[in-house]
């Protein structure tokens, strides 16, 4: 199945803001928007936001999405040792009928 | 607090079946669909399908139609998720998560290796 484009890696200096990105298309991130996600190492992945700007409660304020047509961004600002670890995107594909995944970004906080 | 439960790791033959469990408990069960996601060794996140529980309809990947089956049980709040004609490409971690809007609650996942 198609999926959605993400940047392999990102490094940045902690303290640092980190802008993720997300590259779909109209029937899918350009329809419905998309969600994040962060995994660390050996754990389930945790849902950041979803539909491009709603946070589920008890996710930082330090995470911001938004979208502008078929590309995602996730903002992460004053980058945490925490915030080490993989992100995803995803996107409901109403052509495809499927939920479709980004391959990931492996962002290291240095 | 929502949690998803899910069985313990598999270890399985090429050809063979696995079915893999989530139990639901701290929200009410019915009210939201349930999702199956893997993620392979190393790998992404994979979608396999959806199911409403409150009417047991199943809506399935392409990828993986006619070899998936997804259940519930509403008496033990719990889903289930069958897997046929298993090969190495399906070792991966399976996860259950609830739908709200997106994955908003995951289970712990379950390893489900494939080796003859």
């Known amino acids: 199945q198609a999926g959605l484009t993400q940047p392999p890696s990102v490094s940045k200096d902690l303290r640092q803001t980190a802008t993720l990105t997300c590259a779909g298309n109209?029937?899918?991130?350009?329809?419905?928007?998309a969600a994040w996600l962060q995994q660390h190492q050996g754990h389930p992945p945790k849902l950041l936001s979803y539909r491009d700007n709603n946070r589920p409660s008890g996710i930082s304020e330090r995470f911001s999405a938004s979208r502008s047509g078929n590309i995602a961004s996730l903002t992460i600002t004053g980058l945490q040792p925490e915030d080490d670890g993989d992100y995803y995107c995803s996107a409901w594909d109403s052509s495809l009928s499927v939920w479709v995944f980004g391959g990931g970004t492996k962002l290291t906080v240095l | 607090q929502v949690q998803l439960v899910q069985s313990g790791a598999e270890v399985k033959k090429p050809g063979a079946s696995v079915k893999v469990s989530c139990k639901a408990s701290g929200y009410s069960f019915s009210s939201h669909f349930m999702h199956w996601v893997r993620q392979a060794p190393g790998q992404g996140l994979e979608w396999m399908g959806i199911?409403?529980?409150?009417?047991?309809?199943?809506g399935y990947s392409q990828k993986f139609q006619g070899r998936v089956t997804m259940t519930t049980d509403t008496s033990t709040s719990t889903v289930y998720m069958e897997l046929t004609s298993l090969t190495s490409e399906d070792t991966a971690v399976y996860y259950c998560a609830r739908e709200t809007g997106s994955f908003d609650s995951w289970g712990q996942g379950t390893l489900v290796t494939v080796s003859s």
């Open positions: 109209s029937n899918n991130v350009g329809d419905q928007g």
């Open positions: 199911i409403n529980p409150s009417v047991g309809s199943p």
